[in-house]
């Protein structure tokens, strides 16, 4: 016995690359629905009190009851950020100019998220330099010991001895933005 009724019959599964590829086609069909009715559905559902403002509580809400791959909370902190950013926008909340942008980040984001959290080991939400070299390994990227290390330090700009979720994104943003990635904002 054990676990209270909220959680009972509830099943943790564990996230995988499949998962989000099959994501992104479904989304990806979305956005190209003729005159983009499935974007505006979609946003309709997140702006669920109509006022053109989406806050960062209204995405979460939103991830959590129609999209639960994407709910890790700093990479949805991460999207809305860069979002924000990418519109020199100050408010705090996602308009609907803005949404596939969101949408795009969102999804980027938490892939970024998945793939941090598959390499810290010790569940701290900090990657130290083996876990580096490890996320460096599952990437696919041959790295020296020496590269990887040099690569550390460009990431770790403080000297602290550790990446934080925000820095490894800055790190692979500005390493490659997958053109996949870029190709969805490009279909209007």
């Not at 709910?71 to 902190?77: E, F, G, Q, S, V």
């Not at 100050?90 to 596939?100: C, L, S, V």
């Not at 696919?140 to 460009?154: D, N, R, V």
Request: aromatic residues 12%; glycine residues 6%.
């Amino acid at each position: 016995h054990g676990g209270g009724e909220a959680t009972s019959g509830v099943m943790v599964k564990k996230k995988t690359f499949g998962e989000f590829d099959k994501l992104e086609k479904q989304l990806r069909s979305i956005a190209s629905e003729p005159d983009m009715k499935g974007l505006q559905k979609m946003w309709r559902r997140i702006d669920f009190n109509g006022n053109n403002k989406v806050s960062l509580a209204e995405v979460d809400k939103w991830v959590v009851e129609n999209y639960p791959l994407l709910n890790h909370k700093p990479a949805l902190i991460r999207a809305q950020q860069v979002t924000l950013q990418s519109f020199n926008d100050t408010d705090g909340f996602i308009e609907k100019k803005e949404f596939k942008q969101l949408l795009l980040n969102m999804f980027y984001y938490n892939k970024l998220f998945w793939l941090f959290d598959q390499c810290d080991n010790d569940h701290d939400r900090r990657m130290d330099m083996k876990e580096f070299q490890w996320c460096c390994t599952m990437c696919g990227l041959k790295m020296s010991p020496s590269k990887a290390k040099t690569e550390f330090g460009k990431i770790d700009r403080n000297g602290g001895g550790i990446i934080l979720f925000d820095e490894f994104c800055e790190y692979v943003v500005s390493k490659s933005c997958p053109e996949a990635m870029t190709s969805f904002l490009a279909e209007e």
